[in-house]
């Protein structure tokens, strides 16, 4: 090296550590049921600490996924080729059974462990978890065609990552996706144009899909009109007889973040399809499938946090400023203490959603409270995804600019799941139509954040004055007003006081200020900071 060229006040890499050792993680898994899996739950996360698995998905996303429509002499194959390190991310997330398994696991907690294990994976990358989160939620929708579900369920169910476009009954796991959304309509999947017309006991769909992602996917649930109504579909990319079903793949998609994931569009050309429930109640058939993707949104959203705030925390450790490293400096305490009471808060309520999911079957307070749950997080936690990643990638000045510090990929990733499955005007309207025709899922959410904290009831009752002037112009003031009571009711109940304080006192009564960094005075920050992930 020169000598002018001397390296020193840098941070070491943020490798080798366990993404798991994360108390509010580790506790919330007890609490919700699967205190069973917490050295599962580890394991995935030494993994996702680790050089190799970062090496993974580094190479997943500088080497995007590329599409080949046809052969080298020219028939139509419409495949599209991914990194090596993709696969094996999709080997471990479907190994470890964060895809379908848990349908097919009947221990108590079985969705609570598939949640946990599936935030802190997502920590190392989120392209891949796509398919993961479409293959989980696609089983509960196709109960409305027990015959699929009967073919194709232990495929779903599968822990074997068997990739390749071959017939469905020859592979040793399968996944699924979806294609809903055109062009003309977007989250309006009424005006869908794709028609679905009747051939003995299947279908044959024509028309144009907008955004279908994981376009390797062995299986699609898709909507289309058939003649009476919008109805729910099963698409094979592979036929029974071992054909290619038309599934012409007409580009992917140039996307903001997401890289390592392929989204394509689609055309359908007399393509054959299983009906999945009766037609023209595709909507509601697809609800479940709604529910799970949701759920995941808000999941993944609490990982990308979670990374964000740890990758921050490290370099506070690491790097000093005028004589003092950055972690004892009281302003950079302040910054890092509020987002780690955001992070947390939605490290808890995600947890809690995965809790609700698993005990809805046999608990009817706990299925009405899924229902208003799950829109709160997704409408909530989704939207502060984005303002967390980016104060976070602030901590670590130029340096998290710069894409070797993994900033710059999170902060690409973070809009995402505010978009994805509906974005935050969509949830805000289906806030509306739960609170207008499911009362059961109101009075679960007033359960849940009542007789805790007098602040929290004061909120409440505040909440529920404005509930009898509701309109879509209020729609989002609503979702988040209740979504932070709850979270602020679920940190009361769960968490330290100096964690459960902060928020409710920044958040509920409005004490802080609007910027990250400006907790009320008073805050306990050294027993808020040691809440943050213990492996780094």
């Known amino acids: 090296m020169p000598a002018t060229h001397e390296v020193t006040n840098q941070v070491p890499p943020f490798v080798g550590h366990d993404v798991a050792d994360d108390p509010p993680l580790l506790e919330a898994l007890e609490r919700e049921g699967a205190g069973w899996a917490r050295e599962d739950v580890h394991e995935v996360g030494r993994l996702a600490g680790s050089a190799t698995a970062l090496e993974w998905a580094d190479a997943a996303h500088r080497h995007e996924p590329r599409l080949r429509t046809h052969d080298a002499v020219g028939n139509r194959v419409d495949e599209v ?19 379908g398994a848990p ?95 009747p051939d003995g006991e299947t279908y044959l769909l ?60 689609p055309e359908f050309d007399e393509t054959v399809a299983w009906r999945v429930g009766d037609e023209g109640r595709g909507v509601r058939t697809i609800i479940e499938m709604v529910a799970c993707t949701r759920l995941d949104n808000t999941l993944g959203s609490a990982a990308g946090m979670r990374a964000a705030v740890s990758r921050a925390a490290h370099h506070a450790r690491y790097r000093s400023a005028f004589g003092r490293p950055l972690i004892s400096q009281p302003l950079m305490r302040e910054v890092l203490a509020d987002l780690a009471c955001e992070s947390e808060a939605a490290v808890t309520l995600s947890l809690r959603l995965a809790g609700a999911q698993d005990r809805s079957s046999s608990d009817p307070h706990e299925a009405a409270f899924r229902r208003i749950g799950v829109t709160l997080g997704k409408y909530w936690i989704c939207k502060r995804q984005t303002a967390v990643v980016g104060e976070a990638l602030e901590c ?88 932070v009571l709850l979270s602020g009711a679920l940190l009361v109940r769960h968490a330290p006081a100096a964690v459960a304080d902060a928020y409710v006192a920044s958040r509920v009564t409005g004490e802080g200020g609007y910027a990250f960094g400006t907790l009320p005075r008073g805050v306990d920050v050294d027993a808020v900071l040691e809440r943050l992930p213990r492996g780094i």
């Open 81 to 99: 080729d991914y990194d090596p390190g993709y696969h094996r991310l999709l080997t471990e997330a479907v190994g470890r059974g964060f895809a």
């Open 103 to 197: 349908w097919a696991d009947d221990r108590p907690g079985a969705h609570v462990a598939r949640a946990a294990g599936f935030l802190t994976w997502s920590q190392l990358e989120a392209g891949h978890g796509c398919p993961i989160s479409m293959t989980y939620a696609v089983l509960p929708a196709l109960r409305a065609a027990p015959d699929l579900l009967a073919t194709f369920g232990p495929g779903l169910t599968s822990t074997v990552h068997d990739p390749g476009l071959r017939e469905p009954s020859t592979k040793r796991g399968l996944l699924a996706g979806m294609g809903m959304t055109e062009k003309q309509g977007g989250s309006d999947v009424r005006a869908n144009a794709t028609v679905a017309r």
């Open 206 to 265: 024509t028309g144009h899909k907008w955004f279908t992602s994981a376009p390797m996917c062995d299986l699609f649930l898709v909507l289309a009109q058939a003649p009476g109504g919008l109805t729910c579909f099963l698409v094979p990319r592979v036929l029974p007889d071992g054909s290619r079903n038309t599934f012409r793949i007409q580009r992917l998609k140039d996307k903001l973040g997401n890289r390592s994931n392929a989204s394509s569009e």
């Open 396 to 483: 670590l000045g130029g340096n998290g600019y710069v894409e070797e510090s993994g900033m710059p990929r999170l902060f690409r990733e973070s809009p995402l799941n505010s978009i994805w499955e509906g974005s935050g005007n969509v949830n805000a309207l289906d806030l509306l139509r739960v609170l207008a025709r499911e009362p059961a899922s109101l009075e679960a959410w007033r359960a849940e954040v009542s007789g805790v904290d007098d602040r929290i009831d004061a909120g409440r009752k505040e909440v529920e004055a404005e509930l009898a002037h509701a309109d879509e112009r209020s729609a989002r003031r609503l979702a988040e007003r209740m979504a």
